[in-house]
């Protein structure tokens, strides 16, 4: 999913291979985001390890003396990250225990609103975003997308994750949308500051320079909500990033509310994203991240939700586009 001053945002990336798209969504149908300041466990049984973990001496002191590393999230993006009998579970929880275990402290998730969230990060109020925030030059930079100037500080990312962004309709109802250049004139809902909603301002800037009508946006502060503007009948579409739009379409009433149209686009890595004056932080998590690959705790997550196709070989610092 791409808090943003860009996606979960966006500088044009290149289209994802139909295969790619049917691979993953193929692995996905097999396996079974007002800052809400609520702190929960990441929910898949971590326990801190201190001193004795293999990563814990490359951590900041104050990290280390507080046994715990404090994550801002959105937590209502299924299967990236939402909450089930009380508990935070997702791709982005358990990624993070894996990391965790290997550092030696406790990962807590803290509930907020996405595009709120490196700002929350650049307060101190978490010590790293994870919340499949898309790697970006922009996000790295601290550019607006939408003015190219500079607004605030940027971030690094190590970067855990490979997806795109889908679009779905109501099932049995696509109103002719196969492709971004159907959605001119037509009506959108997406999640504030993604990549899906620079996606949808751009396409309807496209659309009014070759005459046609411009797209109606609808940006909403969590994923669900857009979801729940397409089942009342107030939009043609949703987009989001492609493992959320698929977990919607195989899951929501039974599999009977929506379907996915076209193919996945604006293929890029999800980053944990740490303040650019954080570099110890980031150093550690990068080498949790290279360790767990390597010892297959890595691939074990991302077998579980049934979204190997995007996993990544190594651990990359700003590899974002």
Not at 115 to 125: A, T, Y
Not at 146 to 157: A, H, L, P, Q, S
Not at 252 to 258: H, L, P, Q, S, V
Not at 297 to 309: I, L
């Amino acid at each position: 999913m791409t808090a943003s001053t860009t996606p979960r945002t966006a500088a044009a990336r290149s289209r994802l291979a139909a295969a790619g798209a049917i691979a993953v969504a193929g692995a996905l149908l097999l396996t079974g985001c007002g800052d809400q300041r609520d702190k929960t466990g990441n929910g898949a049984g971590q326990s801190a390890q201190g001193s004795k973990a293999p990563l814990f001496g490359k951590l900041p002191k104050k990290i280390q003396d507080a046994g715990v590393i404090k994550v801002g999230s959105d937590i209502a993006y299924p299967p990236v990250e939402f909450k089930k009998d009380g508990k935070v579970v997702g791709i982005d929880p358990d990624i993070a225990a894996a990391l965790g275990k290997e550092l030696g402290v406790k990962v807590e998730f803290n509930n907020g609103i996405f595009d709120n969230l490196l700002i929350g990060l650049r307060s101190k109020r978490y010590d790293m975003a994870m919340s499949a925030m898309t790697d970006t030059k922009d996000r790295q930079n601290g550019i607006d997308a939408k003015t190219g100037k500079k607004v605030t500080d940027g971030v690094d990312f190590v970067d855990y994750f490979n997806a795109g962004v889908s679009i779905y309709t109501k099932k049995g109802d696509t109103k002719g949308i196969a492709t971004w250049e159907d959605l001119c004139g037509k009506k959108i809902a997406v999640q504030r500051g993604t990549v899906s909603d620079d996606l949808a301002k751009s396409q309807s800037e496209k659309c009014e320079k070759n005459d046609k009508d411009k797209i109606s946006i609808e940006a909403f502060d969590t994923d669900l909500e857009a979801q729940t503007r397409l089942k009342a009948g107030g939009v043609d579409a949703v987009s989001s990033d492609f493992p959320v739009a698929a977990y919607a379409v195989k899951t929501a009433d039974g599999g009977n509310a929506f379907e996915a149209v076209g193919e996945q686009v604006e293929a890029a890595p999800y980053g944990i994203a740490v303040a650019k004056d954080n570099t110890q932080l980031r150093d550690a998590l990068q080498a949790a991240l290279e360790a767990i690959i390597k010892n297959g705790a890595y691939e074990k997550v991302v077998k579980t939700w049934g979204v190997d196709a995007g996993a990544v070989k190594e651990a990359k610092v700003n590899g974002g586009s």
